[in-house]
Structure formats: C-alpha cells, structure tokens
C-alpha cells in the first residue's frame, strides 16, 4: 500500500524527483525502487505503431508500449517518416504505459500533399493532420510468460481521432473531422519459434486512418483487420510484415488495404529504430503509394 | 511489393526444423553447467538483483539449476532441489526480478555462443515458471 502510494506520488510528480527514475541504488528495499524500472524484456513493448499505440508499422498490438514493467511506468516518444510517391506521410508522439495495464498515447500527424497538392486543387503543400488519442487496457493473457498455453494476450483500445482541415474533409464527401476507433487486439509470442503473431479487429469510421475524416458515402462502422508476423531474429532484431484493411467510405477516391515490411533494432531499452517499406495502395486518386518507412524511437 | 510481402511472409511461416533435442543444441551438460555457474554470477553482481543471494550457497544454486535446465531440455538429468514455490516465495520477487535474471541468462548464453533460436528455446520452457516464482 505504501509503495502503491509511493508510485502515484511519484506518478504526479516524476519529472522532479529523480528517484522515481532510478537515479536511486533499487536494492532490497523496495521504496528504493524507481518509477520508471525498466523491467520489461528488450522488445517486449514493441514499438509505435502508425497512430501511435504500442504496436509496430501498421498494426496495434495487444502489448503495452514502453518498458515500464507491472509495479512501474514507461514512457516512449516517437517520431515516423513515409516518404511516399506523391505525399510525406510524419508523424510524432508520446505514449504512456502505466503498471503493464494500460497504454496512454497522443500522435500527430502530418500528411503534406506536396506538387500532389497543387494537382488535385488544394495548392502547393497543402497538409492534412490529425490528432489521435489512445487507450488501451490489458484484459488478458501475457505474451511473454504463457508459453505453455494457448491464449494469448488481449487488449481492448480507442483512438479518438480529431482531424484537421474539416472544410477540405468536408468537401471531398467526408461525415465528419473526428471519429473515435474502437479494436480488439490479441498478441502471441511463440518464443520456442522466435515468432509473434498479432492479430487486431478495428471498427472504424476513418478515411486513411482519418487524416481524410470519417465516413462519407457509407457512413457506418466497420469491422477492419489488422494482422502481423515478426521473427526475433536476436534479442535486439525484430523483422516483421503487417497487412491492414481499411473501409472504403468516400466516393471521391477509392481506398485499399496497406502493409508493410520491416526490420527493427533495438540496441537499447531507450532507442530503436525502425526501417521498413510501407504500401499503402491508393490514395486521393493517387494509385499506388509506396515508401519507406523510417521510425525512431525514444524510451524512458 | 505484393509479391515481395508474400514471399516474407512465407520465409517467416517455414519455421526451423529443430532434428536435435534442446540439450543437444545447447551443448550438453558441461555447457549447460558453464551457462548455470555464469548465469549466478552475473546475477550475484548485479546492482538490481545480486542482494537477493547474499546468504545464498552459490556453489549449490549453480548445481541445482544447471540440473533443472538439463531435466528441462530433455536432458539426462532428474530435478533433485528445492520445491520452486518454495524457495522463491519468502523474497516476494517482481516480474521485474524476473526478467532481469533472464537477461543475466541471456548475456551467460550469448558468451557461451548459443544461437538465438535455441536460446528462445529454453526462455521458452522457463518462461511459465514466473507463475512459481513471481509472488508480488
Ligand atoms: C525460471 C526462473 C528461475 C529458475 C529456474 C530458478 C531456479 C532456482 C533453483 C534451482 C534454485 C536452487 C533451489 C535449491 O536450493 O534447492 C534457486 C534458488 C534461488 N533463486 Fe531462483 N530460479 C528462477 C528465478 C529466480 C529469480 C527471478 C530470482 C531473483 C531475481 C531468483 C533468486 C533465487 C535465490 C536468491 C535463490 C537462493 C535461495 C536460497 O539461498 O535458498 N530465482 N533458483
């Protein structure tokens, strides 16, 4: 109960007092044990996913993000680049994991229209975005100690999702700007074949993740999938491929499903980096959109 | 790059036939001693965990686990220790605990030389003995 309270003292105030990071010898004495303990395996949070949530590439993972383990709190920051045929897809961010439990993230998004702007009417650079806040709570399972069973583990998540340009959204047949993401996410590691598997049920109003708002000729939600397989190669090497479908809302443009490949190192808890190739099919009227995808990572 | 997606994801699903038993693989029993005796080591020294073996016999410790991970690979050897359950429970360890010993593992594997694949291999049959072992 102490220690519990100790925890949220230091929660609210964990920037000021450095013992909560471990500045502190954390031996046998357990108030001496920092906040942000680092006590997950290497690669056991995964990294950000496209819209922030611990994850990898395009896919949302039933793990929580960060190292912090289940008496401690992690917290990661995030910046990704897709530089794609016609558009640059960025985005930065930070998420939160709190006791192995729940996942709290905030993502922006960036998605510059380049010469591609001035094309389509919008003019030169013209930038879509969006805002995105996530949630995500542990029900089930643990990936890393239920070896000997079958069921893996389960996370239930939103990402509210506020997009930028509401008038463009607007006019190009979109319902609304904002629109919140409800998923259903379940992670196995099959440590005894070095692989993860993941799979993810979204329902989803959103048009290419939302940064071209939500909904439009179909207006209702639907069931999406997300799925990934990763080998570890070693304990610092993870090599991936994710495949995501997507609704197909607006009757401006047609949408198609994404994937991407990757490899990821991890030569610490407190960076990794991500390196991939990402196609994410056709958008705004522009067919196949390819690019690599370049992710950084940041842990504390 | 469709056809580059299918062609990894097939790589990915042809999973490595494993012809040896794990004991094998990991080098028999005097490099399962040699990973057991290092393991101990690291972990004693380590400013996380080593307080935790301060009144421990280590040469005893060393010998019973490197028993276990024989018994445990399908080697011939038979668990002759202590109850895990245990032994563990008066120190209330943490996952934290936990996966900090196996890294101690991990780097006592990686200078021994064990692949990667076979080093999941044991994390793997290990990994369920959090539940005996894990009290807080
Ligand atoms: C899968 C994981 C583990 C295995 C297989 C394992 C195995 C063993 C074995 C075989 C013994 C000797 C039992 C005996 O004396 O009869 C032992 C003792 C001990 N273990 Fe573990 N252990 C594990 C995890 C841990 C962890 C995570 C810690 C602490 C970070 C730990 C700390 C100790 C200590 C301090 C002793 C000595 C207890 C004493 O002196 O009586 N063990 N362990």
Redesign the interface.
Known sequence: MKSTMRRFACMLSAVAFPVCFGVS????NDNA?PLF?R????ATGGVSQVEGAGGAGLTTWALIGGYG????LGLTAHGTLVPLDDFTFRSAGLALGVF?RLELSYSRQWFDTGGTGAALGLGEDFTFGQDIFGAKLRVAG?A??????WLPQIAIGLQHKRAKQGAILAAVGASHDTGTDFYLAATKI??????LANATVRFTKANQFGLLGFGGADDGYDATFEGS???????HWV???D?RTKPDNLAFAREEDA?A?YVAWFPSKHVSVTVG?A?LGEIALQDNQ?GLYLSLQMGF | ??M??QI??SL??A?PAHADTLFERLGGMDMITRISERTIDIAAAD??IG??WEESNLVRVKAKLAEQICELSGGPCKYSGNDMVQVHKPFKF???DF??L??NL?QAMDESGVD??T???L???L??M??EIVT?
């Open positions: 010898p954390a031996l046998g044990k303990d006590g997950k395996l290497l383990s289940d008496h401690g192995d643990d890393v100690y239920d070896q000997d069973r099959f440590l005894k074949h070095s692989l397989l990763a080998w570890l190669v070693t304990d090599a991936g491929v495949y994937m490949a190739y196609d390819q | 790059m469709r580059a997606f990894a994801v990915l699903l999973a400013p996380l307080p935790h943490t996952n934290a996966n900090r196996v890294e991990q990667h694949a080093q999941n291999r994390l793997a049959l990994a369920p959090q539940r807080r």
